[in-house]
């Protein structure tokens, strides 16, 4: 069974396009990744739809949700 990270690390690995980057816990996906905000919703929605959940609207920023560790942590409170 795959931890809550190693899913969230596939379902962004599944949307940047630069395939060579490494993610690890603090990987910062505007930053690190050079996301835009199309692919950051992707990713959000592929989130959501994973895990069957939803984030809050207050948490639905390129700032509350930018690193790996964060959406990680949020996942789990929700869940």
Known sequence: MQSIEDKVINIISNNVLN????????????QDLALDSI???????????????????ELLTMDSLSSLNTIVSIIKNII
């Open 39 to 57: 692919v950051f919703i992707q990713i959000i929605l592929d989130i959501e739809t994973e895990f069957e959940i939803e984030f809050p609207d």
């Open 19 to 30: 395939k060579e980057i490494v993610i690890d816990k603090n990987t910062n996906l505007v």
